[in-house]
C-alpha cells in the first residue's frame, strides 16, 4: 500500500510517539524505584536516627541529672534533678514508643528495637530504684552510700545502653547508604536506558525522516518553496517561469504543473491568434477546441459559443439594419435575452421615428391634398437630424405654397 504524504508524516510522528512512550515508561519504572529508596530514607531510616539521636540523648541526660541528684546536697539542686529525670524519663518512653509503632522498617530494625527496649527498661527500672535511695537519703543518709553505690554499679549497664543504641543507629546510617546505594543504581540504569533509547529513536527517526523526505521531494519533482513560487506566478499571470526536470519524470507535482502552464499558453496563444483574426475582419475564426483536454476542451468550447452568440446577434441585429435601408421597417428582429435587450430597445427605436416620420409625412400629404395647407410636420416630436428631417419637410411644403 502506497502511503500519502499525510500517512509518512503520521507515520513519523507514530515512531516519536513510541519512542517517547517508551522512554517515558522506562524513566516512568526506574524514578519509581528511586522514588522508592529514597523514601525508605526519608520515611525510615532519617526519622529513625533522628529518633534515636533523642533518645540517646534523653538517656544520657538521665545519668547525668541522676548523677547529680545523688552527689548533690542543696535540696532545691536535688528537686530540679528530680523534675528533670522524670521529664526526660517520660519523653526517652514517648520517642521510644512512637520508633516501634512508626518507624520500624524491617525484621532487623524490629529486632535490634527490642534489644534496645530491653536494655532501657532495665536501665530505668534501676535508675528509679537509686534514685528513690537518694530521695530516702535526706531522712536517712546511710541510704546515700547505697544509693552511690549502685549508681556505680549500674553504669556498666549505661554502657551496654549506649553501645546497643549506638549499634541500632550505626544499623539505620547502613541502610540509609544502601538505599542511597540502590537509588543511585536505579538512577543510573534510567540514564543509561533513556541515552540508549534515546540513541534508537533519534536513527529510526533521522533515517524515517531522510526516506520520508526524499520521496516527498521525489513527488514533488522540486523544493515546496519552488513549487509554490511558480504556482504564484500562475496566479498572477506569469506564465514565462522555465521548469526543468529529467526526462525521466513523467509523474511528479512539477511535472503535472509544466503541463499545466503549456496547456494555459497553448490556450492563450489560441485566443490571441482568434482575437487577431476577428480584428482584422475574419470573423468565423474560432479556437481549435479539440487541440485540448477535460475542461480546458470545456472552456475552449464555450468560449467559441460566446463569441458565435455575439455574432449571431450582430448579424441579427444588421439583418434589421439591411432590411430598413430597403425601405422594410416591419423587418421582426427577435427578443434577446438579459442586457442584450438594449439592441432591441436601440432597433425599436430607430424603427418608431423612422414610421412616425413617414406617417407624419403621409398625414401632411393627405390633409394638404383635400386643401387644408396649413397642416405642417410637429417638429417638436422629434429631435437631432429627425427634426432636421422635419423641419425641412415643412420648409419645402410651404416655399411650395408660397409660390
Not at 530516702?136 to 547505697?146: G, I, K, R, V, W
Amino acid at each position: 500500500m502506497k502511503l500519502t504524504v499525510a500517512g509518512r508524516i503520521k507515520a513519523l510522528v507514530a515512531v516519536a510517539i513510541l519512542g517517547f512512550v517508551i522512554l517515558t515508561s522506562v524513566a516512568y519504572y526506574e524514578i519509581k524505584a528511586v522514588y522508592h529508596e529514597s523514601e525508605v530514607v526519608v520515611t525510615y531510616v532519617l526519622p529513625s536516627i533522628n529518633a534515636l539521636d533523642v533518645i540517646k540523648g534523653n538517656f544520657l541526660r538521665i545519668r547525668i541529672n541522676l548523677g547529680k541528684h545523688v552527689n548533690a546536697t542543696d535540696p532545691e539542686q536535688r528537686k530540679y534533678n528530680e523534675e528533670r529525670i522524670y521529664q526526660l524519663d517520660k519523653e526517652l518512653k514517648e520517642s521510644l514508643d512512637k520508633y516501634g509503632k512508626d518507624l520500624i522498617s524491617d525484621p532487623e530494625d524490629q529486632r535490634l528495637y527490642d534489644i534496645d527496649k530491653a536494655a532501657l527498661s532495665t536501665y530505668l527500672t534501676e535508675a528509679e530504684k537509686i534514685l528513690t535511695l537518694s530521695q530516702q537519703s535526706t531522712s536517712n543518709p546511710a541510704l546515700l552510700d547505697e544509693a552511690k553505690q549502685r549508681l556505680t554499679e549500674n553504669e556498666k549497664q549505661a554502657l551496654n545502653v549506649i553501645k546497643l543504641i549506638e549499634d541500632h543507629i550505626k544499623f539505620n546510617h547502613e541502610l540509609a547508604a544502601n538505599a542511597l546505594h540502590q537509588a543511585t543504581a536505579a538512577k543510573d540504569t534510567a540514564l543509561n536506558l533513556s541515552i540508549g533509547i534515546v540513541i534508537i529513536a533519534l536513527f529510526v527517526l533521522v533515517v524515517s525522516g531522510y526516506v520520508i523526505l526524499k520521496t516527498i521531494l521525489r513527488e514533488l519533482g522540486g523544493e515546496p518553496t519552488q513549487l509554490a513560487s511558480l504556482a504564484r506566478s500562475f496566479a498572477a499571470g506569469d506564465l514565462s517561469a522555465e521548469i526543468k526536470l529529467p526526462d525521466t519524470d513523467k509523474t511528479s507535482v512539477a511535472y503535472s504543473i509544466r503541463r499545466l502552464q503549456k496547456t494555459l499558453k497553448g490556450l492563450i496563444d489560441s485566443l490571441q491568434y482568434v482575437s487577431a483574426s476577428h480584428d482584422k475582419g475574419d470573423i468565423d475564426e474560432t479556437l481549435k477546441a479539440e487541440y485540448f483536454e477535460g475542461v480546458f476542451r470545456e472552456v475552449a468550447q464555450a468560449i467559441n459559443t460566446m463569441v458565435g452568440g455575439h455574432v449571431g446577434m450582430n448579424r441579427k441585429a444588421m439583418d434589421v439594419v439591411a432590411a430598413f435601408g430597403e425601405g422594410n421597417f416591419d423587418a421582426p428582429l427577435e427578443k434577446f435575452p438579459g442586457k442584450k435587450a438594449f439592441i432591441n430597445d436601440t432597433i425599436e427605436k430607430v424603427r418608431s421615428n423612422i414610421k412616425s416620420f413617414i406617417t407624419d409625412m403621409q398625414q401632411m400629404s393627405s390633409n394638404h391634398a383635400v386643401g387644408e395647407i396649413d397642416v405642417m410636420i410637429d417638429v417638436s416630436k422629434y429631435h437631432g437630424d429627425y427634426a432636421t428631417m422635419a423641419t425641412g419637410v415643412n420648409t419645402m411644403v410651404s416655399d411650395y405654397i408660397d409660390v
